[in-house]
């Protein structure tokens, strides 16, 4: 008995699915007459189902059937009398019919009828929004609010609201006001909060800022207000105002700097580093009485190495002055030798300022102090087996290169130092052994490591001729190795000489590529971009195809400073080369320099 009920209830539930579908069908094809006859005998069978009759409702009002439209709605009233939701129905109907005033009475009345629901609230206020009624959406809010006796529950939709009307200054404070009560995040999601009102534009940026300096008069005393404004200056991009904002916020607090520290830590993030030099050098002026002067110290210098990396036109000079303050610091604080920045002053001597012996010897000393971690231990090694190389000491470079592999076994150094060793066996010629420990690499979990593997497995196997002739890629493994030691102008004339003597080897986009990488290395950028340009104009198909395109689109935007450019060329690889692994990270770039472009 009870499985026949139920089969029958399945069985309606289904017949019902169907007739809505046709209907639907019907309304879309405008054939009002067939549609309203199936939500006719649906209505009848089922006066509660919500679903049935708002669409009912809509398709009355569409073919303006008004009187029917009105039986409807009134036959909801009695069976959920003072309902909001079939109130804002019958004034909405009251609208269509142009007769504005009753509706305007009937959608407050829907706003007084509110139980303090809040899902019914919430379904109100959308249903405001739907028919372009935002002041009674926020109406309908208020007085959610009020019922349920919070003044934070609504305050995001209502902010957005504020914001949507063109009032800042209600929609900052509202979220400001709501930030103690309702955001468990702190100060912190208030400010995630008017970030989403604020959308990136420029003149709600000034509007919200002018909010702040009228809280921060009124409220002189809370910091929040101060910390706000500061944030804004730099969502402005006003890095001035808020470096003087941050500095006076910090006298009033005497916080010791703790603020100035963090603003220099967030301006490196943004890569606005003369406000973090400047930041970084007001607490370093502080003396040792700052509890933290050494390792703000340590930062700065870091910050510092972070800015030569990325500025294209560094000088001699600059790379001087900066190995000084390194040696002068490691003089200072000899503890730090077992910390990063001695690996970032041993790269600084053997990258930077030709002083591979030094940084050998900066390196030694690091794995050798007593403070030095196994990790430290193992970054210190995989450097110091680089510069090794750099200076003849093949086996030395593997010997090192090898213990990390086995202290590390099952990790990334050990990873990272398998394919070190593997690159190591390619520029000696050994190119079976080498595809050996590629096999394995290329199934790496470090993407990074992965794709290199992948690409020099490639390189080798591609390569090796039928005719056992390695003479060309012996010659292509050992320029790689004379531009990984610096001696660029031997690299350069070896690769040439495979052109010369093998001009229809397949080597021919690999050669460029590495030409074009020398190129870079010594700031010639429209050389790189003509050997890249015909890599892909020439050699488009090949593997090297989509890595030619990447890095034109590279040097487009952070060499030559052509963002235009840059966005055009990242478009084009998503749209040629959809299965590259650059194509995320290409629509990231798309993203951020051309925001208003899909791709």
Known sequence: MLLGIFWMTIQTSVAQEEALTKARIHVLSQEYKEAESIYKKLYKKN???KEIYTEYFQLLLKTKEYKRAEKLVTEQLTIRPNHSLT???????????????????????????????????????????????KELALKTYERGKEMLHNNYIYSGPIARLYAEAGDMEKAVYTIIDAGSGYYSGGIQEVKASIMDLLEDDRKK????????IKKINEQPDNLDYSEILVWLYTQKEDWEGAYIQIKALDLRLKDGGERILNFARYAVKEKEYEYARKAYEEVISRGEDYSFHTSVKNEYLLMQFKMLEENPDYTEEDTKQLSAQYASFLQENPLYIAQLISLDYAKLLA?????????????????????????????????????????????????????????????????????????????????????TQLSVLKASTTELIANDALYLSVLITENIPPDSNYVPLRRFAYADLLQFQNKDEEAAALLDSINTAFPDHPLKDDILMQRANIAQKHRQYKEALEYLTT???????????DDALFKMADLYENKLDNKTKAAELYEQLILQYPGSTYVQTARDKVKQIAPNKSS
Do not use: C
């Open 47 to 49: 006066p509660l189902n």
């Open 87 to 133: 109130t804002i129905d019958l004034g909405l109907l009251y609208k269509a019919q142009g007769k504005k005033k009753k509706a305007e009475e009937l959608f407050e009345q829907a706003i007084t009828e509110l139980t303090g629901d809040d899902l019914l609230t919430q379904e109100v206020a959308k249903a405001f929004l739907a028919i372009k009624e």
């Open 205 to 212: 940026i000034v509007k919200a800022q002018k909010a702040i």
């Open 351 to 435: 990258q930077y300022i030709d002083s591979v012996h030094k940084a050998i010897q900066i390196l030694e000393e690091a794995i050798e102090h007593p403070n030095s971690s196994r990790q430290f231990k193992a970054l210190a090694k995989l450097q110091l087996g680089d510069y090794k190389i750099l200076v003849d000491e093949i086996w030395e470079a593997s010997l090192l290169y090898s213990q990390v592999d086995k202290a590390f076994r099952e990790d990334m150094q050990g990873e990272e130092a398998r394919f070190r060793n593997a690159k190591l066996a390619y520029y000696r010629g050994d190119f079976e052994w080498a595809e």
């Open 535 to 545: 890599i892909y104009e020439q050699h488009g198909d090949d593997v090297l195809g």
